[in-house]
């Protein structure tokens, strides 16, 4: 039986949507970030570190995906921005179909910022565009400094590599600039960041990154105005 026709299909489908949520992302000046890991890296502790360090009147909101429960929606929903949960029941990733579906009652003038939490998985998600500015990807040093090479498609694709849970070098062997090495070779200049999202340390790297990128990012209509 052929396979691939169907495949392809599928994935067009999700390249029009995403198409369509970046143009309005555009339009609206939102800066839009996929962030992609195994299960377990820290997405949500990076996010409620996150949200705790932007001011109140930051126009924040955040999507997180999973495949069940609302366990993560229910963490960030403490930090008073708007936040989702996206169960796939059963699906390894999120598609812009999904993330179209949860903004349909959020209104898009209202945000800047749009932080999308992916389902815990470091190759499904790397394969369905939802619209985004970038990608980011966590790596937490529990996970072998190997894994950019074993999974190349995903550190390739994104525009950030965030190494979490450095608190935990002194108990694990886990070499950073092996890993550092792997994450270049694969996507050569990538941009590092170190952080612990236990004791907070390398944060600010994170912060100012994001600040960053939420600098360059202005609204399309605003661009062609000036
Ligand atoms: N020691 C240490 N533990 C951390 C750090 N960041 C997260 N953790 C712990 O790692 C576990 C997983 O963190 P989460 O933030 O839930 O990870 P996640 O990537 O959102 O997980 P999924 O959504 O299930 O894919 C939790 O027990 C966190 O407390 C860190 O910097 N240091
Ligand atoms: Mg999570």
């Known amino acids: 039986m052929e396979r691939v026709p169907l495949e392809r299909k599928v994935l067009n489908e999700n390249d029009r949507i995403a198409a369509e949520l970046r143009n309005r992302f555009q339009e609206h000046g939102i800066l839009c970030l996929n962030l992609i890991s195994s299960p377990g890296s820290g997405k949500t502790s990076l996010l409620e570190r996150t949200l705790e360090a932007l001011p109140r009147q930051d126009r924040v909101a ?6 069940q429960t609302e366990n993560d929606a229910n963490r960030l929903k403490r930090f008073h921005f708007p936040v989702k949960q996206i169960t796939t029941g059963g699906t390894c990733h999120l ?17 800047d910022l749009l932080l999308i939490e992916n389902v815990g998985n470091l190759v ?3 394969s369905y565009d939802l619209g985004e500015a970038a990608k980011v990807v966590v790596l937490s040093v529990t996970e072998g400094e190997d894994k950019p090479l074993k999974y190349p498609s995903i550190f390739f694709k994104s525009d950030l590599l965030v190494l979490n849970k450095i ?13 550092a090495d792997n994450a270049r070779r694969v996507h050569p200049g990538m941009e590092i960041v170190k952080v612990s999202c236990l004791t907070r340390d390398g944060l ?9 990128r939420r600098g360059t990012h202005k609204p399309l209509l605003q661009e062609t105005a000036s």
Request: hydrophobic letters at 45%; charged letters at 30%.
């Open 95 to 111: 598609d812009a179909r999904m993330i179209e579906r949860h903004l349909a009652d959020w209104r898009l003038e209202d945000l």
């Open 204 to 212: 600010c790297e994170w912060m100012q990154w994001l600040d960053r």
């Open 167 to 179: 608190d935990l070098l002194p108990y694990v062997p886990f070499d950073v600039n092996a890993a």
């Open 62 to 67: 955040v999507l997180t995906g999973d495949i």
């Open 124 to 126: 499904c998600p790397s």
